[in-house]
């Protein structure tokens, strides 16, 4: 299995699927500024088709399967989706809003081996302002409850509504007792993501007023957290922060967008509720599971291709993109 996966890295085929990341359901509970399912999203991953990638995702040489959507817990079924993985062999994780954590709290422990919770306001009303509910006190309830008994990683979406509130959002989250922090730039190069239309609204990103200052609270996350950087609570380096401001001076056109090196499509998909298939989370679908197998249809003429541009730096998604994911040969044949 190693060797397949290794062999990823020789073309623009896939071999096997190391990680799949599969949005179980379009239907969310939060109403946020960067994101369009709320509005839109009303599919359901079936079970049949949570049956069929649980046979044959294995086979794929599948290690890790990422739980998404839209708000993975409001899937009816999100515990039978989740022990049919792990019978299955495979690790399991999750990305949830937190709100419905505090009443599910004690299954997902059971079942989930990694949870990643959004915090993007470190106040009641920063939280609402940009996630469009009253969420936050739930949001820490559930992790307080989860800390210690399974990895809970924090995930901030930096933007204009929260850049001021950095500092304050690790104080809170170590409070907390999460395990990890991560922070990327808000995305709004891209209408592919979060099933925006194309004409979506852009004024989440930093203007040209506000670099200054957020390369200020870049200065004190720095002075101020270097345990928590030393330590890995702090999943980017210090160099990795600074290039959230590299890329909102970029969108303005004040410099070059910083270097982007990935290869996720080599090593992961996204399956979304219908059976599309994307090759992450910000390039556009290349097709559907249809009666091949999960690695033909993944290997379809228009896959191909699309990863061929991606692997030739010709997709201008992939030059602006927020969240850029590596491999190395070693890290493929290590495992997850």
């Known amino acids: 299995m190693q060797l397949r996966c290794l062999m990823n890295l020789s073309s623009d085929r896939l071999h096997a699927l190391p990680i799949a990341i599969l949005y179980i359901t379009d239907r969310c509970n939060s109403r946020c500024v960067t994101c369009d399912y709320w509005r839109f999203g009303r599919s359901e991953m079936s079970m049949e088709l949570v049956d069929r990638l649980a046979r044959e995702l294995p086979v794929c040489g ?12 409001q899937h009816p079924q999100w515990r039978r989706i989740v022990s049919k993985f792990k019978s299955a062999g495979m690790k399991v994780g999750m990305v949830t809003s937190g709100i419905l954590l505090p009443g599910a709290a004690s299954e997902v422990e059971k079942q989930v081996d990694e949870i990643y919770v959004s915090l993007d306001g470190a106040t009641a009303e920063s939280y609402q302002a940009i996630r469009g509910v009253d969420g936050l006190k739930l949001v820490g309830q559930g992790v307080r409850v989860l800390s210690g008994k399974l990895a809970v990683v924090l995930r901030t979406t930096v933007q204009r509504g929260n850049y001021r509130e950095m500092p304050d959002l690790i104080r809170l989250g170590k409070s907390w007792g999460a395990a990890h922090h991560s922070f990327l730039a808000v995305d709004v190069a891209t209408h592919a993501a979060f099933a925006r239309a194309k ?57 070059d967008f910083p270097a982007v090196r990935c290869n996720a499509p080599l090593f992961s998909a996204v399956i979304e509720t219908t059976g599309s298939l994307k090759p992450c989370f910000f390039l556009p679908s290349t097709g559907a599971l249809d009666g091949g197998s999960v690695l033909d249809c993944l290997n379809a003429p ?21 969240c ?9 044949a290590g495992g997850v």
């Open 62 to 73: 599948t290690r890790y399967v990422l739980l998404s959507g839209g708000e993975p817990l």
């Open 302 to 322: 228009s896959a191909l291709e699309l990863r061929r541009m991606q692997r030739a730096g010709k997709r201008e998604e992939c030059a602006r993109c927020v």
């Open 199 to 255: 004409d979506f609204d852009r004024s989440m990103a930093l203007e040209a007023d506000d670099l200054d200052l957020f390369a200020r609270q870049l200065d004190r996350v720095e002075q101020e957290f270097g345990s928590e950087f030393s330590t890995g609570y702090l999943l980017e380096s210090p160099a990795k922060l600074r290039r959230l401001h590299g890329y909102f001076a970029a969108l303005l056109g004040l410099s």
């Open 324 to 332: 850029p994911a590596y491999k190395s040969a070693r890290a493929l």
